[in-house]
């Protein structure tokens, strides 16, 4: 059946990079996300990328698509306080706006 | 810009007392649909709807209606809800294809 994966917890110092991973299941995937939620806040679309590309950079966002191993990856570069959050990857399945999300990364950066 | 709009954001409620939590889009997309958030489990979907007076389940859709009047509005209603129904809820529409943004979410306390 569909599943995402995520690891729980990710801790890192300020202005190190961070990598946040995913795995999935669902091979007819067709975009996967990443979305950020602040403290008591909504969620933010981050980024996504289409199932058949391989990366996509946007500032300092960095996403990695590893189709064959269903790997999915954020990278964060020059992380900052203010992007400590939960950090949420999701796909699309075969073309609808249906998401299967992950139960979610907390990305803490410590000064 | 595009816009989901939830009210109300916060409310507690006693058991069996009906209630309704709105969600406006200013999209003009046919596609809406309703996700309850909770700790450890990600975001799971509730309903959706792929255009006027046309809804299905989700993967969570007990204890939940919901209605498709018009295409900008998508209320999710609990009839006689409980406390499993404590919850985050999130309404998302898209914009374009790919795109698709959540609402601030509505944080719902039954007691």
């Known amino acids: 059946g569909e599943d995402v994966e995520q690891s729980l917890f990710l801790s890192v110092r300020e202005g190190d990079s961070s990598v946040i991973n995913c795995t999935y299941t669902?091979?007819?995937?067709?975009?996967l996300y990443w979305y950020k939620q602040e403290p008591g806040a909504g969620l933010q679309l981050l980024t996504y990328i289409f199932s058949n590309m391989d990366m996509k950079q946007d500032q300092r966002l960095t996403v990695l698509l590893n189709k064959k191993d269903k790997h999915l990856s954020l990278r964060i570069a020059d992380t900052q306080t203010g992007d400590s959050a939960i950090y949420f990857c999701?796909?699309?399945?075969?073309?609808?706006?249906?998401?299967?999300f992950g139960s979610g990364t907390r990305l803490l950066v410590r000064p | 810009e595009a816009q989901v709009t939830q009210n109300p954001r916060y409310l507690i409620t006693v058991t069996g007392k009906k209630l309704t939590v709105t969600c406006s889009q200013n999209?003009?997309?046919?596609?809406m649909s309703w996700y309850r958030q909770d700790p450890g489990l990600g975001l799971r979907q509730i309903y959706y709807?792929?255009?006027?007076?046309?809804?299905d389940k989700g993967d969570v859709p007990e204890g939940y209606k919901v209605s498709r009047k018009e295409k900008r509005n998508f209320p999710l209603i609990l009839e006689s809800p409980s406390p499993n129904q404590t919850s985050l809820y999130f309404c998302?529409?898209?914009?374009?294809?790919?795109?698709?943004?959540f609402g601030e979410g509505s944080r719902l306390t039954v007691l």
């Open positions: 999209m003009n997309h046919e596609y």
């Open positions: 999701a796909e699309a399945l075969d073309s609808s706006y249906k998401l299967i």
């Open positions: 669902d091979s007819s995937s067709t975009y």
């Open positions: 709807s792929m255009n006027v007076e046309v809804t």
């Open positions: 998302a529409s898209p914009q374009g294809i790919g795109e698709l943004f």
